[in-house]
């Protein structure tokens, strides 16, 4: 589809694994963030790329938490050694640089620690 | 910093009702953008509408309004004639400009339409 897709739509680990999610922005879109929604809760920023530019990882929780983004295109965030605290639905979006704010989301992946 | 408060957690409704969704915003940036979007049951937001700090212009767009309101930081959403497909949970949000490409989201609030 043209859309942004977001995979795999539902995870469940157990606490101790690591995990990755895969973003597979639309194509041509130079921004991609990663946000992720708890229960309940607003959107919370993870992490940022543009471009070739350096990413903005000032929202990652902690350490545990890393992404890249291969080739200006898909990108993967990685979550090592899960915690029941990171279960939340964890939202891709891209833009282009040229229209400010207006982000496309994918559906989310739904992560769920035991 | 920036803030975004969404007072109404959740809000329901009577099909045909006008219904307002309240958005209040904090941020010390004299150059801001503010946002809506629309997060149905499928889970993929949608961008609804982007506002910029020097447009006060309150803006229509078919049975959505919004009014923007510098004086007192509010920038709330209007669905008049309310239908049950309106019901979603509804994201303001915020992007000042020392806060790079980051929006900063209220924490929403659930419109249920109900026939």
Wanted: net charge negative; hydrophobic share 30%; charged share 20%.
């Amino acid at each position: 589809g043209a859309g942004v897709s977001q995979s795999p739509s539902n995870k469940v680990t157990e606490k101790g694994k690591d995990v990755e999610l895969r973003c597979d922005p639309i194509s041509g879109h130079t921004a991609l963030y990663w946000y992720r929604q708890s229960l309940g809760q607003g959107l919370e920023f993870l992490i940022y790329f543009q471009g070739n530019s350096a990413p903005d990882k000032s929202g990652l929780p902690s350490d545990r938490f890393s992404a890249e983004r291969t080739g200006g295109s898909v990108s993967t965030l990685t979550i090592q050694r899960t915690q029941q605290e990171d279960s939340a639905v964890y939202l891709c979006a891209s833009s282009t640089s040229l229209t400010t704010g207006e982000l496309f989301f994918g559906e989310g992946s739904r992560l769920t620690v035991l | 910093a920036q803030k975004v408060t969404q007072a109404q957690t959740e809000i329901s409704v009577v099909e045909k009702e006008d219904v307002t969704l309240d958005c209040v915003y904090e941020t010390r940036d004299t150059t801001y953008y503010l946002f809506w979007y629309k997060q149905p049951p499928s889970g993929e937001l949608v961008f609804l509408i982007r506002r910029n700090s020097f447009d006060e212009q309150n803006e229509i767009s078919g049975r959505y309004s919004w009014n923007f309101q510098k004086s007192t930081s509010s920038f709330n959403f209007t669905i008049t004639a309310s239908q049950v497909v309106d019901s979603a949970v509804y994201f303001c949000a915020l992007k000042g400009e020392t806060s790079g490409s980051r929006l900063t989201f209220g924490e929403g609030t659930q419109l249920t339409v109900n026939p």
